[in-house]
Protein backbone atom coordinates (compact mmCIF):
# COMPACT_ATOMS: atom_id res chain seq x y z
CA UNK A 1 0.00 0.00 0.00
CA UNK A 2 1.34 3.55 -0.88
CA UNK A 3 1.17 5.99 1.37
CA UNK A 4 1.75 10.01 1.50
CA UNK A 5 0.48 12.65 3.79
CA UNK A 6 -0.09 15.66 2.20
CA UNK A 7 0.45 19.38 3.42
CA UNK A 8 -1.40 22.89 2.05
CA UNK A 9 -0.02 26.05 1.15
CA UNK A 10 -2.72 28.68 3.56
CA UNK A 11 -2.77 32.41 3.83
CA UNK A 12 -3.82 33.84 6.32
CA UNK A 13 -4.31 37.64 7.26
CA UNK A 14 -2.14 37.83 10.45
CA UNK A 15 -3.42 38.52 13.74
CA UNK A 16 -2.06 41.95 14.39
CA UNK A 17 -3.76 43.13 10.94
CA UNK A 18 -7.08 44.75 12.01
CA UNK A 19 -8.80 43.32 8.45
CA UNK A 20 -11.12 40.22 8.91
CA UNK A 21 -14.17 38.65 7.38
CA UNK A 22 -17.63 40.06 7.93
CA UNK A 23 -19.42 37.10 9.27
CA UNK A 24 -22.76 36.60 7.23
CA UNK A 25 -25.23 35.55 10.46
CA UNK A 26 -27.27 38.46 12.06
CA UNK A 27 -26.09 38.85 16.29
CA UNK A 28 -29.42 37.67 17.20
CA UNK A 29 -29.06 34.13 15.18
CA UNK A 30 -25.95 33.16 16.31
CA UNK A 31 -25.23 30.79 19.41
CA UNK A 32 -22.83 31.54 22.06
CA UNK A 33 -19.84 29.88 20.48
CA UNK A 34 -20.58 31.32 17.21
CA UNK A 35 -17.30 34.02 17.05
CA UNK A 36 -15.01 31.15 18.34
CA UNK A 37 -15.78 28.64 16.06
CA UNK A 38 -16.27 31.20 12.83
CA UNK A 39 -13.04 31.78 10.57
CA UNK A 40 -12.28 35.61 10.46
CA UNK A 41 -8.79 35.45 8.93
CA UNK A 42 -8.33 32.45 6.47
CA UNK A 43 -7.95 34.05 2.49
CA UNK A 44 -7.10 30.72 1.22
CA UNK A 45 -6.45 26.97 2.69
CA UNK A 46 -4.30 26.22 -0.36
CA UNK A 47 -2.95 27.41 -3.41
CA UNK A 48 -2.17 24.49 -6.01
CA UNK A 49 -1.83 24.16 -9.79
CA UNK A 50 -4.69 22.68 -12.08
CA UNK A 51 -4.40 22.58 -15.71
CA UNK A 52 -3.61 26.21 -16.98
CA UNK A 53 -4.88 27.82 -13.30
CA UNK A 54 -2.88 28.49 -10.74
CA UNK A 55 -5.86 28.08 -7.46
CA UNK A 56 -6.90 29.82 -5.13
CA UNK A 57 -8.80 27.15 -2.55
CA UNK A 58 -10.60 29.10 0.66
CA UNK A 59 -13.54 30.20 2.05
CA UNK A 60 -16.14 33.09 0.59
CA UNK A 61 -14.14 36.30 0.91
CA UNK A 62 -17.11 38.54 1.67
CA UNK A 63 -15.61 42.01 1.78
CA UNK A 64 -12.32 40.58 1.62
CA UNK A 65 -12.92 40.56 -2.16
CA UNK A 66 -11.73 43.88 -2.38
CA UNK A 67 -8.65 43.40 -0.61
CA UNK A 68 -7.56 40.43 -3.04
CA UNK A 69 -8.72 41.89 -6.14
CA UNK A 70 -6.13 44.79 -5.57
CA UNK A 71 -2.94 42.63 -4.23
CA UNK A 72 -0.25 42.27 -6.13
CA UNK A 73 0.51 38.93 -7.37
CA UNK A 74 4.08 37.88 -8.36
CA UNK A 75 5.22 34.00 -8.92
CA UNK A 76 8.79 33.07 -9.40
CA UNK A 77 9.83 36.56 -9.00
CA UNK A 78 7.31 37.71 -11.76
CA UNK A 79 4.88 40.40 -11.38
CA UNK A 80 1.71 38.40 -13.24
CA UNK A 81 -0.27 40.93 -15.36
CA UNK A 82 -2.98 38.38 -16.12
CA UNK A 83 -6.54 39.09 -14.11
CA UNK A 84 -7.24 37.11 -11.28
CA UNK A 85 -10.70 35.99 -10.98
CA UNK A 86 -12.09 36.17 -7.58
CA UNK A 87 -15.49 34.64 -7.15
CA UNK A 88 -17.16 33.61 -4.08
CA UNK A 89 -19.68 30.41 -4.26
CA UNK A 90 -21.84 28.56 -1.53
CA UNK A 91 -19.45 28.69 1.61
CA UNK A 92 -16.47 28.41 -0.52
CA UNK A 93 -14.83 30.22 -3.39
CA UNK A 94 -14.06 29.84 -7.20
CA UNK A 95 -10.85 31.39 -7.74
CA UNK A 96 -8.04 31.58 -9.53
CA UNK A 97 -5.33 33.09 -11.97
CA UNK A 98 -4.49 31.77 -15.72
CA UNK A 99 -1.11 30.29 -15.40
CA UNK A 100 1.02 28.12 -18.45
CA UNK A 101 3.77 26.12 -17.21
CA UNK A 102 5.13 25.21 -13.90
CA UNK A 103 5.07 27.75 -10.62
CA UNK A 104 6.85 27.34 -7.35
CA UNK A 105 6.84 30.37 -5.36
CA UNK A 106 3.75 33.03 -4.70
CA UNK A 107 4.22 36.05 -3.16
CA UNK A 108 1.42 38.32 -2.47
CA UNK A 109 1.73 41.91 -1.67
CA UNK A 110 -2.26 42.96 -0.20
CA UNK A 111 -0.94 46.91 0.77
CA UNK A 112 -1.24 46.33 4.72
CA UNK A 113 1.10 43.17 4.24
CA UNK A 114 2.81 41.00 2.31
CA UNK A 115 3.50 37.27 2.51
CA UNK A 116 5.26 34.35 0.35
CA UNK A 117 3.94 30.45 0.05
CA UNK A 118 4.41 27.66 -2.25
CA UNK A 119 2.43 26.83 -5.27
CA UNK A 120 1.31 23.17 -4.30
CA UNK A 121 1.78 20.69 -7.50
CA UNK A 122 -1.30 18.93 -8.59
CA UNK A 123 -1.66 15.83 -7.18
CA UNK A 124 -4.55 14.18 -9.19
CA UNK A 125 -1.96 11.64 -10.93
CA UNK A 126 -1.75 9.76 -7.61
CA UNK A 127 -5.68 8.43 -8.02
CA UNK A 128 -5.45 8.10 -11.54
CA UNK A 129 -7.82 5.55 -12.51
CA UNK A 130 -8.73 5.03 -8.84
CA UNK A 131 -11.89 3.91 -7.09
CA UNK A 132 -11.44 6.60 -4.35
CA UNK A 133 -13.37 7.45 -0.82
CA UNK A 134 -13.14 10.49 0.32
CA UNK A 135 -14.59 12.25 4.22
CA UNK A 136 -12.97 14.37 6.84
CA UNK A 137 -11.79 13.56 10.44
CA UNK A 138 -10.94 14.85 13.88
CA UNK A 139 -10.38 12.64 16.30
CA UNK A 140 -12.41 9.96 15.27
CA UNK A 141 -11.53 6.48 16.89
CA UNK A 142 -8.59 4.51 14.49
CA UNK A 143 -10.60 1.38 14.45
CA UNK A 144 -13.70 2.96 13.39
CA UNK A 145 -11.81 4.14 10.61
CA UNK A 146 -10.18 0.98 9.76
CA UNK A 147 -13.42 -0.36 10.08
CA UNK A 148 -14.71 2.38 7.59
CA UNK A 149 -12.35 1.64 4.80
CA UNK A 150 -11.98 -1.96 4.82
CA UNK A 151 -15.98 -1.76 4.65
CA UNK A 152 -15.72 0.25 1.21
CA UNK A 153 -13.13 -1.96 0.16
CA UNK A 154 -14.80 -5.12 0.10
CA UNK A 155 -18.47 -4.25 -0.26
CA UNK A 156 -18.13 -1.54 -3.28
CA UNK A 157 -14.44 -2.09 -4.55
CA UNK A 158 -12.79 1.27 -2.94
CA UNK A 159 -8.67 0.97 -3.90
CA UNK A 160 -7.96 4.55 -2.85
CA UNK A 161 -8.45 6.72 0.55
CA UNK A 162 -9.01 10.15 0.36
CA UNK A 163 -8.87 11.42 4.05
CA UNK A 164 -8.72 15.87 5.55
CA UNK A 165 -7.16 15.28 8.94
CA UNK A 166 -8.68 18.08 10.38
CA UNK A 167 -6.36 18.56 13.00
CA UNK A 168 -6.42 15.52 15.16
CA UNK A 169 -4.89 15.64 18.53
CA UNK A 170 -5.26 12.02 20.09
CA UNK A 171 -3.27 11.15 16.98
CA UNK A 172 -0.50 11.13 14.17
CA UNK A 173 -1.38 10.75 10.63
CA UNK A 174 0.96 8.11 10.52
CA UNK A 175 -0.94 6.67 12.90
CA UNK A 176 -3.90 6.41 10.86
CA UNK A 177 -2.01 5.06 7.98
CA UNK A 178 -0.57 2.24 9.85
CA UNK A 179 -3.99 1.50 11.13
CA UNK A 180 -4.84 1.27 7.90
CA UNK A 181 -2.08 -0.66 6.71
CA UNK A 182 -2.80 -4.88 5.74
CA UNK A 183 -6.23 -3.63 4.56
CA UNK A 184 -6.29 -6.55 0.78
CA UNK A 185 -7.58 -4.25 -2.22
CA UNK A 186 -6.15 -0.85 -0.46
CA UNK A 187 -3.70 0.35 -2.88
CA UNK A 188 -3.35 3.77 -1.30
CA UNK A 189 -3.85 6.11 1.01
CA UNK A 190 -3.60 10.09 1.40
CA UNK A 191 -4.02 11.70 4.41
CA UNK A 192 -4.49 15.90 3.53
CA UNK A 193 -3.26 17.61 6.96
CA UNK A 194 -6.29 20.43 6.90
CA UNK A 195 -5.37 22.20 10.66
CA UNK A 196 -8.71 25.19 10.02
CA UNK A 197 -11.75 26.13 11.55
CA UNK A 198 -14.39 23.83 11.01
CA UNK A 199 -16.88 26.53 11.22
CA UNK A 200 -20.22 27.16 13.20
CA UNK A 201 -22.98 24.48 12.63
CA UNK A 202 -26.83 26.15 12.31
CA UNK A 203 -27.62 26.28 15.68
CA UNK A 204 -30.43 26.59 17.11
CA UNK A 205 -32.03 28.68 14.15
CA UNK A 206 -30.89 26.14 11.63
CA UNK A 207 -29.24 28.49 9.61
CA UNK A 208 -26.20 27.05 7.68
CA UNK A 209 -24.22 29.55 5.91
CA UNK A 210 -20.83 29.76 7.87
CA UNK A 211 -19.78 26.08 8.23
CA UNK A 212 -17.04 27.04 5.26
CA UNK A 213 -14.41 23.68 5.95
CA UNK A 214 -16.09 21.22 4.32
CA UNK A 215 -16.86 23.30 1.39
CA UNK A 216 -14.15 24.78 0.39
CA UNK A 217 -12.46 20.77 1.04
CA UNK A 218 -14.48 19.03 -1.49
CA UNK A 219 -14.08 21.86 -4.03
CA UNK A 220 -10.32 21.38 -3.08
CA UNK A 221 -10.27 17.60 -3.56
CA UNK A 222 -12.22 17.34 -6.98
CA UNK A 223 -9.49 19.94 -8.68
CA UNK A 224 -6.27 19.01 -5.93
CA UNK A 225 -6.33 15.11 -6.04
CA UNK A 226 -9.43 13.41 -7.85
CA UNK A 227 -9.92 14.65 -11.13
CA UNK A 228 -8.01 11.52 -12.87
CA UNK A 229 -9.86 8.86 -10.39
CA UNK A 230 -12.48 6.61 -12.13
CA UNK A 231 -14.77 7.76 -9.10
CA UNK A 232 -15.37 8.61 -6.16
CA UNK A 233 -18.04 7.96 -2.83
CA UNK A 234 -18.20 11.30 -0.62
CA UNK A 235 -19.18 9.98 2.75
CA UNK A 236 -18.24 10.39 6.21
CA UNK A 237 -16.79 7.47 9.10
CA UNK A 238 -20.20 6.87 10.39
CA UNK A 239 -22.13 6.27 7.22
CA UNK A 240 -22.07 2.58 5.53
CA UNK A 241 -23.95 2.31 2.06
CA UNK A 242 -26.35 -0.74 1.67
CA UNK A 243 -27.44 -2.41 -1.81
CA UNK A 244 -30.04 -4.13 -2.49
CA UNK A 245 -28.90 -6.08 -5.06
CA UNK A 246 -25.05 -7.22 -5.99
CA UNK A 247 -24.50 -3.64 -7.68
CA UNK A 248 -21.42 -1.76 -6.16
CA UNK A 249 -21.89 2.05 -5.59
CA UNK A 250 -19.42 2.54 -8.88
CA UNK A 251 -21.54 0.35 -10.69
CA UNK A 252 -24.84 2.59 -10.40
CA UNK A 253 -22.14 5.57 -11.24
CA UNK A 254 -21.28 4.18 -14.46
CA UNK A 255 -24.93 3.58 -15.57
CA UNK A 256 -26.23 7.27 -14.65
CA UNK A 257 -26.12 9.15 -17.59
CA UNK A 258 -24.42 11.83 -15.78
CA UNK A 259 -22.11 10.06 -13.99
CA UNK A 260 -23.10 11.48 -10.30
CA UNK A 261 -25.70 9.57 -8.36
CA UNK A 262 -27.19 10.32 -4.81
CA UNK A 263 -28.75 8.14 -2.01
CA UNK A 264 -30.73 8.61 1.19
CA UNK A 265 -30.07 7.40 4.53
CA UNK A 266 -31.64 6.32 7.68
CA UNK A 267 -30.53 6.07 11.25
CA UNK A 268 -28.50 3.38 12.91
CA UNK A 269 -29.47 4.26 16.70
CA UNK A 270 -27.31 3.55 19.49
CA UNK A 271 -28.98 1.25 20.93
CA UNK A 272 -27.73 -2.35 22.41
CA UNK A 273 -28.87 -5.10 23.86
CA UNK A 274 -25.94 -5.74 26.09
CA UNK A 275 -23.24 -3.30 27.18
CA UNK A 276 -19.97 -2.94 25.27
CA UNK A 277 -17.13 -0.54 26.04
CA UNK A 278 -15.42 -0.17 22.83
CA UNK A 279 -18.58 -0.42 20.37
CA UNK A 280 -17.17 -0.38 16.56
CA UNK A 281 -20.00 -0.12 13.77
CA UNK A 282 -20.64 -3.90 14.01
CA UNK A 283 -22.18 -4.14 17.48
CA UNK A 284 -25.15 -2.26 16.22
CA UNK A 285 -28.34 -3.51 14.48
CA UNK A 286 -31.29 -1.41 15.19
CA UNK A 287 -32.95 1.12 12.85
CA UNK A 288 -34.63 4.39 14.03
CA UNK A 289 -37.73 3.16 12.35
CA UNK A 290 -38.81 6.98 11.52
CA UNK A 291 -35.65 8.26 10.25
CA UNK A 292 -34.11 9.73 7.44
CA UNK A 293 -31.07 11.21 6.66
CA UNK A 294 -30.13 14.08 3.61
CA UNK A 295 -28.36 12.60 0.55
CA UNK A 296 -24.80 11.83 0.11
CA UNK A 297 -23.61 11.27 -3.55
CA UNK A 298 -20.70 9.46 -5.68
CA UNK A 299 -19.30 10.88 -9.05
CA UNK A 300 -16.42 10.73 -11.36
CA UNK A 301 -15.28 14.36 -10.87
CA UNK A 302 -14.21 14.57 -14.35
CA UNK A 303 -17.95 13.71 -16.24
CA UNK A 304 -18.92 16.93 -13.43
CA UNK A 305 -18.76 20.13 -15.61
CA UNK A 306 -16.50 22.88 -13.98
CA UNK A 307 -19.17 25.56 -12.69
CA UNK A 308 -20.99 22.69 -10.75
CA UNK A 309 -20.38 23.19 -7.29
CA UNK A 310 -20.04 19.81 -5.60
CA UNK A 311 -21.50 19.95 -2.05
CA UNK A 312 -21.73 17.74 0.88
CA UNK A 313 -25.71 16.38 0.04
CA UNK A 314 -27.38 17.84 -2.73
CA UNK A 315 -26.05 19.46 -6.28
CA UNK A 316 -27.23 19.85 -9.97
CA UNK A 317 -26.57 16.52 -12.22
CA UNK A 318 -27.01 13.96 -9.25
CA UNK A 319 -29.18 11.38 -10.39
CA UNK A 320 -31.40 9.48 -7.51
CA UNK A 321 -31.03 5.81 -6.78
CA UNK A 322 -33.41 4.31 -4.73
CA UNK A 323 -31.47 0.66 -4.70
CA UNK A 324 -28.60 2.63 -2.24
CA UNK A 325 -29.42 3.84 0.82
CA UNK A 326 -26.49 4.36 3.53
CA UNK A 327 -26.60 3.63 7.67
CA UNK A 328 -25.60 6.60 9.74
CA UNK A 329 -24.70 5.52 12.92
CA UNK A 330 -25.28 7.77 15.58
CA UNK A 331 -22.87 6.12 18.36
CA UNK A 332 -20.17 6.54 15.50
CA UNK A 333 -19.04 9.99 16.85
CA UNK A 334 -16.94 11.60 19.52
CA UNK A 335 -19.95 14.17 20.31
CA UNK A 336 -18.17 17.05 18.63
CA UNK A 337 -21.27 18.49 16.51
CA UNK A 338 -24.01 17.26 18.11
CA UNK A 339 -23.70 16.68 22.32
CA UNK A 340 -25.49 13.11 23.64
CA UNK A 341 -25.42 11.51 19.87
CA UNK A 342 -23.12 9.07 21.11
CA UNK A 343 -24.71 7.88 24.34
CA UNK A 344 -25.62 4.43 24.33
CA UNK A 345 -29.52 3.42 24.40
CA UNK A 346 -31.40 0.50 25.14
CA UNK A 347 -34.12 -1.02 22.80
CA UNK A 348 -37.68 0.46 22.31
CA UNK A 349 -40.01 -1.49 20.38
CA UNK A 350 -41.69 2.05 19.41
CA UNK A 351 -38.95 3.39 17.61
CA UNK A 352 -36.86 0.22 16.74
CA UNK A 353 -36.75 -2.26 14.45
CA UNK A 354 -33.83 -4.73 13.59
CA UNK A 355 -32.06 -3.83 10.25
CA UNK A 356 -31.53 -7.34 8.78
CA UNK A 357 -29.72 -5.87 5.71
CA UNK A 358 -27.44 -5.12 7.56
CA UNK A 359 -26.74 -7.59 9.79
CA UNK A 360 -26.11 -9.44 6.47
CA UNK A 361 -23.76 -7.71 5.51
CA UNK A 362 -21.74 -7.75 8.75
CA UNK A 363 -21.83 -11.22 8.48
CA UNK A 364 -20.86 -10.91 4.72
CA UNK A 365 -17.51 -9.57 6.31
CA UNK A 366 -17.31 -11.66 9.23
CA UNK A 367 -17.95 -8.94 11.83
CA UNK A 368 -20.92 -11.03 13.06
Request: charged fraction near 25%.
Amino acid sequence: MLSFIETVSPIVIPENIPIKRDAPRPLDKRDADYEELFDWKTLFYDVFKYNDKIIFSGPPLFNLQSLVQTAKITIDGVLQQNQSIFKDMDRTQNSYLDFQGEAKRLSVDFGSFKTETTIQPNKSDLLKGKKALISKSKNNELVWIRDWVEFYVKIHGVNAVLLYDNASTLYTAENIINKLNGINGLDIVIIVLWPFKFGPQGGASQIWDSDFCEYGLIEHARRCFLSSCDGVISIDIDELVMSEDDKTVFDYMEQSETKAISFTGVWVDSALDDKIDNFRHRDFKYIDKNSSCPVKWAAKPSAIPDTTQIVTHAWRGQVPIASLKYRHFRAINTGWKYKGRNIIKTFDVNKHEIDYELISVMQKLKWR
